[in-house]
């Protein structure tokens, strides 16, 4: 199934726990465009890339050889590669025009925390919403929500993925040794309910916590 990138983006973050973000949005040119003053609450930024700099994402800046980090407060849509973002906290120390700024690598789970990528390829995503239409199609199809019964059941097959790899026990041990038993705990948990909503036609919270 080729899953649009809207789709992809909902079960890596929403359902799977697989994301890793490289904010392209900011890319490697991003400077300030004007001057901030100590206590702003905004920055002016050019040379962007397109698209819309996200409410939560980390900006990097350094000002007088000390590195700061800062919260986008509100979502920012980019225009002709450029925007002004809101961020918190106020900025510590004013900061000149012409700045670099950075954006700070989002990591999902702990597998993408310990490898630095994703568990599933795009790819591989689609042929989990594939299986999971051939395995609970004629569930799916008469479920009161057809999209969330489809994204529970592709958790389901990923999350059996995830317990049956050597290479995600491997990473989660030792990215996180005192936490892995837990980790797999919630994993297990997880597969349990999921399969019992899906041989039983419930469909329930839209997700779990995200793990970390």
């Not at 040119?29 to 994402?57: E, I, R, Y």
């Not at 594939?130 to 389901?156: H, Q, T, W």
């Amino acid at each position: 199934m080729k899953l649009g990138a809207a789709d992809l983006l909902t079960l890596r973050t929403k359902w799977i726990d697989d994301y890793v973000n490289d904010h392209t949005e900011i890319g490697r040119s991003a400077v300030t465009s004007a001057t901030a003053a100590s206590g702003a609450t905004s920055l002016a930024l050019s040379g962007l890339g397109s698209g819309t700099v996200l409410k939560g994402t980390v900006l990097l800046l350094t000002v007088g050889g000390r590195m700061d980090r800062y919260t986008v407060s509100a979502d920012a849509t980019i225009t002709a590669n450029a925007a002004t973002v809101y961020v918190t906290p106020a900025l510590l120390a004013g900061v000149p025009s012409a700045t670099q700024v950075q954006a700070e690598r989002y990591l999902q789970s702990l597998f993408n925390k310990a490898t630095g990528g994703q568990f599933f390829s795009d790819d591989e995503i689609g042929e989990l919403a594939d299986r999971a239409e051939s395995v609970y199609g004629a569930r799916i199809a008469s479920s009161l929500d057809p999209v969330e019964f489809l994204n529970r059941a592709v958790r389901l097959l990923a999350n059996e993925a995830k317990i049956d790899s050597s290479d995600y026990h491997a990473a989660v041990r030792a990215m996180a040794r005192e936490r892995y038993d837990l980790e797999m705990d919630k994993l297990q948990r997880r597969i349990g309910d999921d399969q019992k909503a899906v041989a039983s036609n419930i469909v329930g919270p839209r997700s779990f916590p995200v793990m970390r």
